[in-house]
Protein backbone atom coordinates (compact mmCIF):
# COMPACT_ATOMS: atom_id res chain seq x y z
CA UNK A 1 0.00 0.00 0.00
CA UNK A 2 1.78 3.18 -1.20
CA UNK A 3 1.08 6.29 0.46
CA UNK A 4 -0.31 8.52 -2.39
CA UNK A 5 -1.77 11.35 0.31
CA UNK A 6 -1.31 12.08 3.48
CA UNK A 7 -2.47 14.84 6.27
CA UNK A 8 -0.46 16.83 8.34
CA UNK A 9 -1.01 19.89 10.25
CA UNK A 10 -4.26 20.36 8.72
CA UNK A 11 -3.29 20.36 4.95
CA UNK A 12 -3.77 17.39 2.39
CA UNK A 13 0.09 16.74 1.04
CA UNK A 14 0.43 14.62 -2.38
CA UNK A 15 3.27 12.22 -3.17
CA UNK A 16 3.38 11.48 -7.05
CA UNK A 17 7.20 11.00 -7.70
CA UNK A 18 10.69 10.21 -6.09
CA UNK A 19 12.59 11.41 -8.58
CA UNK A 20 14.47 15.08 -7.64
CA UNK A 21 17.97 16.25 -9.22
CA UNK A 22 19.14 17.71 -5.93
CA UNK A 23 20.56 15.88 -2.52
CA UNK A 24 20.04 18.19 -0.24
CA UNK A 25 22.30 18.02 3.32
CA UNK A 26 19.27 18.29 4.99
CA UNK A 27 17.31 15.73 3.17
CA UNK A 28 15.40 13.13 5.23
CA UNK A 29 16.32 10.54 2.57
CA UNK A 30 19.20 10.85 3.47
CA UNK A 31 20.29 7.17 6.36
CA UNK A 32 17.79 5.12 4.68
CA UNK A 33 14.99 6.86 5.57
CA UNK A 34 11.78 6.09 3.71
CA UNK A 35 9.06 8.63 5.59
CA UNK A 36 9.43 11.77 7.33
CA UNK A 37 7.30 13.78 10.34
CA UNK A 38 4.55 13.34 7.45
CA UNK A 39 4.61 10.01 6.77
CA UNK A 40 6.00 6.70 7.59
CA UNK A 41 6.51 5.54 3.66
CA UNK A 42 7.20 7.75 0.79
CA UNK A 43 8.83 5.90 -1.34
CA UNK A 44 6.31 4.40 -4.14
CA UNK A 45 6.04 1.26 -5.77
CA UNK A 46 5.53 3.21 -8.95
CA UNK A 47 4.58 6.52 -9.94
CA UNK A 48 0.88 6.76 -9.41
CA UNK A 49 -1.26 7.46 -12.39
CA UNK A 50 -3.02 10.40 -12.82
CA UNK A 51 -6.23 8.22 -12.16
CA UNK A 52 -4.70 6.60 -9.13
CA UNK A 53 -4.08 9.65 -7.84
CA UNK A 54 -7.94 10.82 -8.31
CA UNK A 55 -8.69 7.71 -6.70
CA UNK A 56 -6.86 8.17 -3.62
CA UNK A 57 -8.20 11.90 -3.55
CA UNK A 58 -11.54 10.99 -3.70
CA UNK A 59 -11.60 8.97 -0.77
CA UNK A 60 -11.27 12.38 1.19
CA UNK A 61 -13.40 14.87 1.87
CA UNK A 62 -11.66 17.82 0.26
CA UNK A 63 -13.40 20.86 1.93
CA UNK A 64 -11.71 19.70 5.15
CA UNK A 65 -8.47 20.73 4.33
CA UNK A 66 -6.85 24.23 4.87
CA UNK A 67 -4.67 23.96 1.77
CA UNK A 68 -3.62 20.79 -0.80
CA UNK A 69 0.01 20.55 -1.04
CA UNK A 70 2.25 18.81 -3.86
CA UNK A 71 5.27 17.57 -2.28
CA UNK A 72 6.27 14.34 -0.91
CA UNK A 73 9.75 12.37 -1.49
CA UNK A 74 10.51 14.00 -4.81
CA UNK A 75 10.68 16.83 -6.26
CA UNK A 76 6.72 17.52 -8.32
CA UNK A 77 7.20 19.41 -10.83
CA UNK A 78 8.75 16.42 -13.21
CA UNK A 79 4.89 15.49 -13.14
CA UNK A 80 3.73 19.11 -14.02
CA UNK A 81 1.51 17.58 -17.03
CA UNK A 82 -0.08 15.37 -14.59
CA UNK A 83 -0.25 17.57 -11.51
CA UNK A 84 -2.17 19.81 -13.88
CA UNK A 85 -4.40 17.42 -14.50
CA UNK A 86 -5.06 16.55 -10.93
CA UNK A 87 -5.70 19.80 -10.30
CA UNK A 88 -8.51 20.22 -13.23
CA UNK A 89 -10.18 17.24 -12.05
CA UNK A 90 -10.13 18.03 -8.22
CA UNK A 91 -11.37 22.03 -8.81
CA UNK A 92 -14.33 19.98 -11.74
CA UNK A 93 -14.76 17.98 -8.73
CA UNK A 94 -14.95 20.26 -5.91
CA UNK A 95 -15.93 23.84 -6.52
CA UNK A 96 -15.05 24.45 -2.89
CA UNK A 97 -11.47 22.72 -3.17
CA UNK A 98 -9.11 24.41 -0.61
CA UNK A 99 -5.96 26.39 -2.04
CA UNK A 100 -3.59 24.42 -3.91
CA UNK A 101 -0.12 24.78 -3.01
CA UNK A 102 3.44 23.41 -4.57
CA UNK A 103 6.74 22.69 -2.68
CA UNK A 104 9.16 22.66 -5.64
CA UNK A 105 13.26 23.12 -5.81
CA UNK A 106 12.52 25.58 -8.64
CA UNK A 107 13.92 23.89 -11.28
CA UNK A 108 11.00 22.86 -13.72
CA UNK A 109 11.87 24.46 -16.88
CA UNK A 110 15.25 23.12 -16.89
CA UNK A 111 14.14 19.51 -15.97
CA UNK A 112 11.72 20.18 -18.85
CA UNK A 113 13.74 22.33 -21.58
CA UNK A 114 10.76 24.60 -21.57
CA UNK A 115 8.53 27.56 -19.54
CA UNK A 116 5.98 25.79 -17.58
CA UNK A 117 5.08 28.80 -15.25
CA UNK A 118 2.17 29.51 -17.90
CA UNK A 119 0.27 25.83 -17.48
CA UNK A 120 0.58 27.09 -13.32
CA UNK A 121 -1.68 30.01 -13.79
CA UNK A 122 -4.98 29.86 -12.71
CA UNK A 123 -4.58 26.23 -11.21
CA UNK A 124 -1.75 26.85 -8.33
CA UNK A 125 -2.74 29.60 -5.36
CA UNK A 126 0.87 28.91 -3.84
CA UNK A 127 4.38 27.84 -4.74
CA UNK A 128 7.28 27.48 -2.65
CA UNK A 129 10.48 27.47 -4.05
CA UNK A 130 13.57 25.91 -2.15
CA UNK A 131 16.18 28.83 -1.64
CA UNK A 132 18.62 27.14 0.95
CA UNK A 133 20.98 30.24 0.12
CA UNK A 134 21.59 33.72 -0.86
CA UNK A 135 24.91 32.92 -3.54
CA UNK A 136 24.92 30.09 -5.81
CA UNK A 137 28.45 28.93 -4.07
CA UNK A 138 26.15 28.14 -1.36
CA UNK A 139 23.31 26.85 -2.85
CA UNK A 140 25.40 24.39 -4.44
CA UNK A 141 26.91 23.31 -1.01
CA UNK A 142 23.57 22.83 0.39
CA UNK A 143 21.38 21.65 -2.34
CA UNK A 144 23.90 20.07 -4.72
CA UNK A 145 21.73 20.18 -7.88
CA UNK A 146 22.39 18.24 -11.08
CA UNK A 147 23.57 20.77 -12.82
CA UNK A 148 25.26 22.97 -10.85
CA UNK A 149 25.16 26.97 -10.92
CA UNK A 150 22.83 26.55 -13.94
CA UNK A 151 20.11 25.37 -11.59
CA UNK A 152 20.41 27.97 -9.56
CA UNK A 153 19.96 30.46 -11.94
CA UNK A 154 17.35 28.58 -13.49
CA UNK A 155 15.44 28.14 -10.18
CA UNK A 156 15.67 32.25 -9.80
CA UNK A 157 13.94 32.24 -13.03
CA UNK A 158 11.32 30.22 -12.12
CA UNK A 159 10.64 32.07 -9.14
CA UNK A 160 10.33 35.72 -10.89
CA UNK A 161 8.43 34.21 -13.83
CA UNK A 162 5.70 32.60 -10.76
CA UNK A 163 6.10 35.54 -9.32
CA UNK A 164 3.41 37.37 -12.22
CA UNK A 165 1.52 34.48 -12.51
CA UNK A 166 0.74 33.05 -8.95
CA UNK A 167 -1.24 34.58 -5.94
CA UNK A 168 1.19 34.04 -3.60
CA UNK A 169 5.04 33.07 -4.16
CA UNK A 170 7.21 31.74 -1.40
CA UNK A 171 10.81 31.36 -0.77
CA UNK A 172 12.29 29.28 1.91
CA UNK A 173 15.32 28.02 4.04
CA UNK A 174 16.09 26.25 6.77
CA UNK A 175 17.47 27.65 9.44
CA UNK A 176 20.33 25.34 10.06
CA UNK A 177 24.30 27.11 10.56
CA UNK A 178 22.41 30.34 8.81
CA UNK A 179 23.54 33.89 10.65
CA UNK A 180 21.52 36.57 10.77
CA UNK A 181 23.24 38.15 7.98
CA UNK A 182 22.44 35.09 6.31
CA UNK A 183 19.08 34.97 6.61
CA UNK A 184 18.77 38.68 5.58
CA UNK A 185 20.40 38.13 2.60
CA UNK A 186 18.14 35.70 1.43
CA UNK A 187 15.04 37.44 2.37
CA UNK A 188 16.53 40.57 0.06
CA UNK A 189 16.99 37.96 -2.32
CA UNK A 190 13.73 36.53 -2.54
CA UNK A 191 12.21 40.06 -1.99
CA UNK A 192 13.97 41.36 -5.12
CA UNK A 193 12.10 37.98 -7.23
CA UNK A 194 8.87 39.09 -6.01
CA UNK A 195 8.45 36.58 -3.71
CA UNK A 196 8.58 36.85 0.67
CA UNK A 197 10.90 34.73 2.80
CA UNK A 198 9.62 31.55 4.81
CA UNK A 199 12.63 30.50 7.47
CA UNK A 200 12.24 26.78 8.27
CA UNK A 201 13.46 24.64 11.44
CA UNK A 202 15.40 22.77 11.19
CA UNK A 203 14.51 18.80 11.72
CA UNK A 204 17.14 16.48 12.81
CA UNK A 205 16.99 12.59 12.37
Known amino acids: M ?3 TYEYEGALYVNLTNRCDCNCVFCLRHNGHKGSIYADDLWL ?8 ALADFRKRDLTAYREIVFCGFGEPMYRVDDLCAIVDALKAECPA ?3 VRINTN ?5 IHSRDVTPQLKGRI ?10 TAEEYCAVTKPRDGETAWE ?3 DFTKKCAKLI ?5 TIVDKDKTPEE ?3 CRALAESLGARLRVRAYIPD
Open 154 to 156: AML
Open 97 to 99: LPP
Open 106 to 110: GHANL
Open 2 to 4: MTI
Open 167 to 171: PSVMM
Open 183 to 185: IQA
Open 125 to 134: DVISVSLNGS
Open 45 to 52: EHEPTVDE
